[in-house]
């Protein structure tokens, strides 16, 4: 309350035209803009095919975009913040939200995973997180998940209790009263929302920004194509090509920081060994380190009292 959340902190001394903003465009879907990348296929297959034959390990297009993202958002922090209530965040972690299908039928089930990064993990740990999480929950034996749970808990309610309940969470939301508990659970409260739409052969769209929540951006992945290009000799040649589009909240940062961010991304994307490698831990301020060690000798204490108890 009183412009402190949970899941951020505010941010102060912004530029007046960033803090007014957000009063011009109070809802998110106000605030949208819309950017398209054309990737080439041909440096993805062959880092695909090389980390097969040398490791065993075989990455996907998602893989490499989800760790493309959580690097470009842990080395460009403003595309990390998000509005709320006409504020502006910066978030305290790093999240993506991604659905995916128990099966690829029409009836199959659809789950919404929410998973959480440091920003600094390489590529085979993002691989890892996400497999875990997927294989976690697609066991037909695996406890319900938790935004499964809560969404069901909901959809339980009558209509007119249901739409009651939405706009008390709404206005919890709005003034930072919903637990650290629900918004861990909130698909909806997320750094990026990523679809992978070419796992169903359907070409990338640009997605709508949610209004409750405060997902800053919406990746979708597309199916694979082919596309006349032509070279810096002007000679024309066909491309094996996918395309990624996103939905971007222009509220949280000016033009050109928005540009080097997706350019960074980019980059990665093309060049998937610069994931390979684990970014080292930053080094703490002085007052990092003191809470640091004040956390720490809680602990030790904690430790300590629990050992006396099972004495």
């Known amino acids: 309350m009183f412009g402190r959340r949970a899941d951020g902190v505010k941010v102060k001394d912004l530029p007046i035209i960033d803090k007014a903003m ?15 990348q054309s990737i080439e296929c041909e440096p993805l ?21 989800m760790a493309a993202c959580i690097r470009m958002i842990y080395n460009r922090p403003k595309t990390n913040r998000f509005v709320n209530n006409c504020v502006v965040y910066q978030r305290k972690y790093i999240s993506i939200s991604i659905s995916v299908k128990k099966k690829l ?9 929410k ?21 976690k929950n697609i066991n037909p034996e695996a406890e319900t998940h938790g935004t ?21 969470l709404r206005f919890c939301d709005n003034h930072g009263l919903l637990p650290r508990k629900l918004l861990d659970v909130s698909p909806f409260h997320t750094s990026i929302f990523v679809a992978d739409l070419k796992s169903i052969k359907l070409d ?8 409750f929540g405060n997902t800053t951006i919406f990746a979708t992945l597309g199916k694979v194509y082919y596309a006349p290009i032509a070279n810096r000799s002007g000679e024309v040649e066909t491309k094996k090509l996918v395309k990624v589009r996103f939905s971007l909240d222009e509220r949280v940062c000016d033009g050109l920081y928005y540009s080097n961010s997706l350019k960074e991304l980019e980059k990665y994307i093309n060049n998937p060994e610069l994931l ?27 430790q300590a009292k629990k050992n006396k108890k099972q004495a």
Do not use: Q
């Open 204 to 211: 990338a769209l640009y997605h709508h920004l949610y209004n």
């Open 276 to 302: 390979k490698e684990r970014l080292p831990e930053p080094e703490l301020t002085k007052k990092e380190l003191k809470k640091k060690k004040k956390l720490e000798k809680k602990e030790l204490k904690k």
């Open 22 to 36: 957000p009063y011009f465009m109070p809802m998110r879907i106000d605030a949208v803009n819309l950017y398209e």
């Open 148 to 168: 499964t749970k809560t969404a069901g808990f909901l959809c339980k309610l009558p209509n007119w209790m249901f739409k009651l309940a939405m706009s008390f």
């Open 45 to 65: 297959d062959k880092f695909i095919l090389a980390e097969k034959k040398n490791s065993g390990i075989h990455y996907t297009y998602t893989e490499i975009l």
């Open 105 to 113: 039928t029409d009836d199959g089930e659809e789950l919404t995973l």
């Open 115 to 135: 998973m959480f990064f440091t920003g600094r993990e390489s590529l085979a740990e993002v691989k890892k997180i996400f497999e875990d999480e997927v294989n």
